[in-house]
């Protein structure tokens, strides 16, 4: 269930379709696996973005757990973060970021 703060929790395959369909303006999701050593060293920054930037809400897809989603979104690489506005994805960011570098990316979508 997609928790009501604004944590990154990991969700299943029902949890994603409302998550980015639920009304939130901004929806990031971290596509991940816990054996992806630059997915385990952006685990914390992202952490850190969901404290700092309230109005979007962030969660997580384990890719070894949820094939048919990175599939449907042609997830190649990992970390893989999709950026979704509206139900709609708008931009990715594919592998480490620094979070200065991520939330730059997240500013343009939010107006």
């Excluded at 604004?6 to 409302?18: H, M, P, Q, S």
């Excluded at 901004?26 to 969901?50: G, K, N, Q, Y």
């Amino acid at each position: 269930m997609v928790n009501q703060n604004n944590k990154d929790i990991e969700v299943t395959k029902g949890e994603f379709e409302e998550l980015i369909n639920n009304g939130h303006k901004l929806v990031v999701v971290d596509f991940f696996a816990d054996w992806c050593m630059p997915c385990l060293m952006l685990a914390p920054i992202i952490d850190e973005l969901s404290e700092s930037m309230k109005e979007v809400k962030f969660a997580k897809i384990n890719v070894d757990d949820n094939r048919e989603i990175a599939a449907k979104f042609k997830v190649q690489s990992i970390p893989c973060l999709i950026i979704f506005k509206e139900g709609k994805e708008v931009d990715r960011i594919i592998g480490s970021q620094t979070a200065e570098a991520i939330e730059e990316k997240l500013k343009k979508y939010l107006d």
